[in-house]
């Protein structure tokens, strides 16, 4: 006999949380009416019982007892949103061997154990699903793993954190320092306290190994994705990059190679003024897609929040719904026992903008110069900034370059005797 109501445990009632009880409760005919079941509210677990969140919810649905909302029988779907691994990933494998189903928003957890979560849904034929992982509300996930599933994923670019794309945005608008701009995130609530998960990339790589999965059908270590954060990045940066025609960005980047190699990278990019993704600002996110078929493709919308996290955390379990009792599991689970490698990244090519901070006096350029040619290094463009009669700025565009080269060719040069101290070294273009 086919279900026409299914049970939902919500465990965390935090922001997300709330937004999903929101969204259940406010477009519930809504929601039955295009998967053709009622979804009813058995449970919403939290530690804070007496927090007034602006909603009235059912009588007798809260608890602070997360293990009886898992392991009661009629539960049949499990929503994780309390975030961080303990003990959300307990209660996410007690749902699975209960075979219940379940649907989370936890990036940390995908990234570093949706393999074992994967065998543990086979085993027990129900799914795991997790939209709101990596792009918030953007339903990116779904797309790669559907609608884009018969294409050969050449390369993707996401700008998908919200505090730092905020933080960038504010120092290109404003003129504002890292600090300054940061300072103003965490005022208004985009960056925490610590805020060393998002400023040093973590998060992205965690959505990148998530993403990368699926568009790449293999399985990625978070831990081995090249990560670079935004400390940094100076006001300095930010306006040359504006004048040499740029913006820049903290992205998530996949290439796809040869055989069984793919690239990642997780660093700031000066993106060329004229690309989609230079235009995404704020706390908004992107994922820029090329499949060898659909060819360029851009998902652009909320990454974070109450309400557009809750929507893909909603659309998740209509999904559910309308494929519960399949005994399917879920097509986005493409983390594939076999592995393909990951380009060194001393192997990978990029363009990149150098600042140096040099005595004014002849022959420093051509000392550079010596150094960039002796590593094969080629120079697009090069400006004087600053002179001051002691020391000067030299801004150097190179043109595509191995990562080793130009690395070697940095290290000489900051050891020229004229060259008082490299700036920045940051990658330019896509």
Known sequence: MVKKELNIAVLGFGTVGAGVVKMLLRNAELIAGRCGKKLSLKYIVDLDLKRDRGIKVPDGVLTADALQAVNDPEVNVVVEVIGGVEPAKKFIETALRNKKYVVTSNKEIIAKYGLELRELAVRNKVNILFEASAGGGIPIINALAGALAGNNIRRIYGIVNGTTNYILTRMH???????????????????????TNDVDGCDVAYKLSILAG?????HFNYED???????R???VDIALAREFGYVLKLLAVGVAHGGDQVELRVHPVMVPQSHPLAAVNDAFNAVFVEGDCVGETMFYGRGAGE?????????????????????????????????????????TYSKYFIRLKVRDETGVLAAVSRVCSDHQVGIKTVQQKDASGIETELVIITHAVKEAALQAAVGQISALGQVVEVSSVIRAGL
């Not at 719904?321 to 192997?347: I, W």
């Open 307 to 347: 309400l557009p996290t809750a929507s893909a955390v909603v659309g998740d379990l209509i999904d559910i719904a309308l494929h519960y009792g399949l005994d399917g599991v879920n097509p986005a689970l493409h983390f594939q026992p076999a592995r393909k490698k990951l380009v060194p990244v001393g192997e």
């Open 173 to 195: 608008e404003a003129g504002a320092g890292f600090a300054e701009a940061l300072k103003e995130a965490q005022a208004l609530g985009y960056a925490e306290a610590d805020p």
């Open 233 to 235: 990045v100076s006001a």
């Open 214 to 218: 699926l568009a790449f059908d293999s």
């Open 225 to 231: 994705i090249y990560r670079e954060g935004i400390r």
